[in-house]
C-alpha cells in the first residue's frame, strides 16, 4: 500500500479488473444454466422482501434473464469503477478534512482500487460456481458454514449476508486507509467490520420481517 500511495496509478488495475468480472459473469449468464440461475436468484431475493412471484412475475424474469449481457456488464461497472469511486470519495471527505499528512484523491482512488481485488475475486468465483452448481447461491458467504440452519430463519439470513470475500476486502481497505492518513490499521478494521456486521444484521432483520419462503 505504501508503494501504490507512492505511485497512485490505479485506472489500469481498476479497468482490468472490471473487465475480468464483466466477462466471467457475461460468459456464465449467456448459457441457459447461467439464465436459469440468474431468475432462481431474482425468485429468491423477491420472496425475501415479501414480493409476490406469480406465473406472470416469473415469466418477465426470465426474458429480463435474456439480456445477459448487459446485465453481466452494468453490474460489472457497479460493482467496479463506480463503487471504487463512492468510497473513494467518501473516504477522502471522511478521513481527509481533519487528518494529516494530506492524501490526494488519486491517492485513494488506487488504494481504494487496489483494495478491490477481493471484490472482483469474490464476483469471479461466484460467476463460476453458478455454472457448477447452476445456483447463484453464495458459495463465499459464512452461511456454508451452517447448511442445517433453516434459510428462512434470522440467523441464516444474518449469516448469509457476510461474506467472506468482503471481510477481506474490509482487511485490506482498512490498510490501505491506515497508510495514507497514518491510522492505525487494526481499529480501523474493527470499525469498518463492527459497521459491515451491523449492515448485514439490519438486512437479516428487514429480510425475517418482510420475507417469505420459495
Avoid at 41 to 55: N, Y
Avoid at 90 to 118: D, E, M, N, R, T
Wanted: with cysteine.
Amino acid at each position: 500500500m505504501s508503494a501504490i500511495a507512492a505511485s497512485p496509478r490505479w485506472i489500469a488495475i481498476l479497468a482490468l479488473l472490471t473487465i475480468a468480472v464483466a466477462g466471467s459473469r457475461v460468459v456464465v449468464l449467456e448459457t441457459r444454466v447461467g439464465r436459469l440461475a440468474l431468475v432462481d436468484e431474482w425468485e429468491r431475493t423477491a420472496l425475501a422482501f415479501g414480493q409476490e412471484v406469480d406465473d406472470a412475475r416469473y415469466a418477465e424474469l426470465r426474458t429480463l434473464s435474456t439480456h445477459a449481457v448487459a446485465y453481466g456488464i452494468g453490474t460489472a461497472l457497479l460493482n467496479g469503477p463506480m463503487l471504487t469511486l463512492a468510497i473513494a470519495t467518501g473516504v477522502f471527505l471522511l478521513f481527509g478534512a481533519a487528518s494529516q499528512p494530506k492524501a490526494s484523491f488519486s491517492q485513494v482512488c488506487a488504494v481504494v482500487a487496489y483494495s478491490s481485488v477481493p471484490l472482483a475475486l469474490r464476483q469471479i468465483v461466484g460467476a463460476l460456481s453458478t455454472y457448477v452448481s447452476e445456483s447463484t447461491a453464495s458459495v463465499t458467504s459464512m452461511a456454508i458454514w451452517w447448511p442445517t440452519l433453516n434459510e428462512a430463519s434470522a440467523t441464516a439470513r444474518f449469516a448469509g449476508a457476510l461474506d467472506l470475500f468482503v471481510i477481506w476486502w474490509v482487511m485490506v481497505l482498512a490498510i490501505g486507509i491506515g497508510v495514507l492518513y497514518q491510522r492505525n490499521a487494526r481499529r480501523l478494521a474493527l470499525t469498518f467490520l463492527g459497521a459491515y456486521a451491523g449492515f448485514a444484521l439490519l438486512l437479516a432483520a428487514t429480510m425475517a420481517a418482510l420475507g417469505r419462503t420459495a
